[in-house]
C-alpha cells in the first residue's frame, strides 16, 4: 500500500492511460480524483468503486481555469488535501505544419500544455499547505525524438518535458517533486489518426520490432507502474527526472 492515506487528482482518467493509473493508484491505497471531459469517466469510476476503489468522477476541460478551479475545489472540499498530481489529458492531432490550422495547433497546446500550467498552479499552494507532494507529466518519447507529420504534438511533448524540468527547479526546496513519463507506442486508441497516415495501426505493428526494441508495444499499467514509483515515497530523491518508458525506441 504504498500510497495510503494519500490523494490524487489524474487528468484524462477515462480511459486507457490515465485509466490505467487511478487503478494502479487505487490498488495502494490512493484516494483518486478521475477527471474527464468525457462522461465515460463516470462509468469507468463506478466500475472501481464497485471493485473496492476510493475513486470519484469529476467531468472537466483541464484546458480552461474555470474548470481546473472546480476541479481542485471538488478534491479539497472531498479529502482536504491533494498529495499527488497526475498531468495525463493529451491530444494527438498529426500533420506536419502545412496541414495543421492554427486553431488545431492552438488546441493542441491548450490541451497538453496549457493544462498542465493551469492543473500544477492551482495544485501547488495546496501542495505548500501540506508539506510537499509529487506532480508526474505525462509526456513522450517524441519529447525526446521527433516523428513525421506530427509537428503540434512533438512539439507540445518537448515543451511538457521542460516545463517539468523548470517546476521541479522552482519547487525542490518546498518538498515538491516533479517529473515527466516519456512513454513509447501504448497499446491504446490514442495513436491511431497518426497511424491512418502510414497504412493504419495494424499496418504499423506489424514492424513494431522497428519502433521498440521489445518487440512489442507497451500495456498501459506499465506506465502506470512507472507513475505509482514516481509518486511514491520510492522516488523521494528524483525530481525534474524525465522516465522513458519506451521500449527502447529512443536507444537508436
Known amino acids: 500500500m504504498r500510497l495510503s492515506g494519500k490523494t490524487a487528482i489524474v487528468t484524462g482518467a477515462a480511459r486507457g492511460i490515465g485509466y ?3 487503478k494502479r493508484f487505487a490498488e495502494e491505497g490512493c484516494s483518486v480524483v478521475m477527471a474527464d471531459l468525457s462522461v465515460e469517466g463516470e462509468e469507468a ?8 476503489a476510493n475513486v470519484f468522477y469529476y467531468r472537466a476541460d483541464v484546458s480552461k481555469n474555470d474548470s481546473v478551479e472546480g476541479l481542485v475545489s471538488f478534491t479539497l472540499e472531498k479529502f482536504g488535501k491533494v498529495d499527488i498530481l497526475v498531468n495525463n489529458a493529451a491530444i494527438n492531432i498529426p500533420g506536419s505544419i502545412l496541414e495543421l490550422s ?11 500544455v496549457k ?9 501547488v499552494p495546496a501542495m505548500l499547505a501540506g508539506g510537499g507532494g509529487a506532480i508526474v507529466n505525462l509526456g513522450s518519447a517524441n519529447s525526446y525524438v521527433a ?5 503540434a504534438y512533438v512539439s507540445s511533448k518537448g515543451a511538457i518535458l521542460m516545463l517539468s524540468k523548470a517546476m521541479a527547479l522552482d519547487f525542490a526546496q518546498d518538498n515538491i517533486r516533479v517529473n515527466c513519463i516519456c512513454p ?8 491511431d489518426r497518426h497511424a491512418e497516415l502510414f497504412g493504419g495501426s495494424a499496418e504499423v ?4 520490432r522497428d519502433i521498440h526494441p521489445i518487440g512489442r508495444t507497451i500495456q498501459p499499467v506499465e506506465i502506470a507502474n512507472a507513475a505509482l514509483f514516481l509518486a511514491s515515497e520510492e522516488a523521494s530523491a528524483i525530481t525534474g527526472a524525465g522516465l522513458l518508458v519506451d521500449g527502447g525506441y529512443t536507444i537508436k
Do not use: C
Open 20 to 22: 490505467h493509473i487511478s
Open 147 to 151: 516523428e513525421p507529420r506530427l509537428a
Open 45 to 52: 469510476s463506478r466500475q472501481l468503486s464497485e471493485a473496492g
Open 115 to 123: 493544462s498542465m500550467f493551469l492543473m500544477s498552479r492551482a495544485v
Open 184 to 191: 513509447g507506442w501504448v497499446d491504446t486508441t490514442f495513436n
Open 205 to 208: 505493428l506489424k514492424n513494431i
Open 102 to 112: 492554427e486553431e488545431l495547433w492552438d488546441r493542441t497546446y491548450e490541451v497538453n
